[in-house]
């Protein structure tokens, strides 16, 4: 449990931050090598490395050197892990913005049906009877 | 984008930390006062007010006012923002781990069949023939 809560710090640690993020999707194409991943990112290769090594230690990137070429993976299992942790909350969200949504439009269609019942003359009938 | 960036940045750098996580976890059984939400993290209330102004300035909680008491909510949109961040790696873990899985049980399974099929008499039979 203190493992487990220990990688959700340096999960969501490691996703705080916008490049990293950044990094993290461009690696969702697949294996790609540290220069052309630092390219996009308009950051020299130190800067984008401080990043990478953030997302190694987080468990979300791996490294792997063929010949003089370094390649980065994504590594998924943190991130799903986050997701389960998240998911927990996803009845609140739903329980609030589903429900209330599916409330008005079902008090939106009550209102129809009343209306449809009751015109206006026989409305005016009942209250008067009652 | 800049706007939706900025609000994963916080969320995400509030979720970073255990107490942030045990204090939201409070706050799934409902609306909680003050006194009532830092009682079991034995912490001072000042430093649970530290924590909750990051939760806050992330949008996650919400506090009102009644009487001298102070209640605080939880708010989740920005859970549901991270959430919906995260499943667009979901293909990932999906794909590798899932598929893995599948796979191997599928070659577990095709190699059982085998098996049925080439009785070890018939195979041997067939290794002879070819």
Request: positive net charge; hydrophobic residues 35%.
């Amino acid at each position: 449990m203190v493992k487990y809560s220990a990688t959700l710090d340096s999960t969501f640690g490691a996703l705080a931050d916008p490049t990293r993020r950044a990094i993290l999707a461009s690696l969702m194409l697949g294996e790609i090598s540290l220069s052309n991943l630092a390219g996009p990112h308009r950051m020299s290769l130190p800067a984008v490395m401080k990043h990478l090594r953030v997302l190694e230690q987080a468990g979300l990137v791996s490294q792997k050197k063929a010949g003089r070429i370094r390649h980065c993976q994504l590594a998924a299992k943190p991130l799903k892990d986050a997701e389960t942790w998240l998911s927990q909350y996803r009845v609140f969200w739903e329980g609030t913005f589903d429900s209330l949504e599916r409330y008005l439009s079902r008090t939106d269609q009550s209102e129809k049906k009343e209306d449809q019942k009751w015109p206006r003359r026989n409305r005016r009938r009942k209250t008067r009877s009652s």
